[in-house]
């Protein structure tokens, strides 16, 4: 518990007291200490994210800023939220589809908001499902129907308003995020790309979509 606690500190959800650092404290101490939430670590809470996954958000985004690229690309933030514990289970890679995807990565050229692992590290096979699994979504916001979807990633469509289902409450969790930390430029690609999701649309339908 106290790991989690001093983990939750670090990561910047929860301030505590000092009294919280001793080896020991007494009953009486023990109960008029309290850990209390940032205005972060509520917000967090309220969104029902793991904070591992908040924490993630969160890098990645100050990641995204720190690159001071105007305009962050979709499959970036698309991996970011793949690479999270409430988008599994993933989309595996096959071992005729490596290749590929191993192109699709290198096309990115290491901008990507999650930070790759090395292909010999245990958590390399899960980054690169997180990649086919943001280039599931990237092909859906091209206007891929289900049945291509189906063909290519053998996603039925159940699976497939699943994860978008994942992926909305994702993304509107990150522009909340985004909202706290006033990342206001990132805020305006964070809630577009939710839109596009949603729709199955590219950019340039945008405009249509706000006709009643």
């Keep these: 518990l106290d790991k989690m606690l001093f983990l939750l500190e670090e990561w910047e959800f929860i301030t505590m007291s000092a009294g919280d650092n001793k080896e020991f404290s007494s009953a009486a101490e023990i109960k008029n200490e309290a850990e209390k939430p940032t205005l972060l670590g509520a917000r967090v809470a309220q969104l029902y994210l793991d904070p591992l996954t908040a924490h993630e958000i969160i890098v990645g985004l100050r990641k995204a800023t720190a ?3 105007a305009e962050p690309a979709p499959f970036q933030l ?6 999270t514990l409430e988008m599994r289970p993933l989309l595996k890679v096959k ?5 590929g995807f191993q192109a699709v990565l290198a096309e990115q050229g290491g901008t990507l908001l999650v930070e790759e692992p090395s292909m010999f590290e245990d958590g390399y ?16 916001t091209d206007e891929q129907d289900e049945e291509y ?3 290519k990633y053998g996603i039925r469509p ?3 308003h699943a994860k978008l289902g994942n992926a909305d409450w994702l993304l509107y ?4 995020i985004a909202k706290l930390m006033q990342l206001q430029q990132l805020l305006k690609h964070i809630t577009k790309l939710r839109f596009r999701v949603e729709h199955g649309v590219r950019e340039e339908l945008l405009p249509l979509l706000q006709l009643r």
Excluded: P
């Design 67 to 69: 690159k001071k690229v």
């Design 78 to 83: 698309l991996q970011l939220i793949s690479s």
């Design 95 to 99: 071992v005729r589809e490596l290749e």
């Design 125 to 140: 096979d899960d980054f690169l499902a997180s990649v086919k699994t943001a280039k599931f979504f990237e092909e859906w």
């Design 149 to 151: 979807l189906l063909e």
């Design 158 to 160: 159940g699976e497939v």
């Design 173 to 176: 969790s990150a522009s909340e």
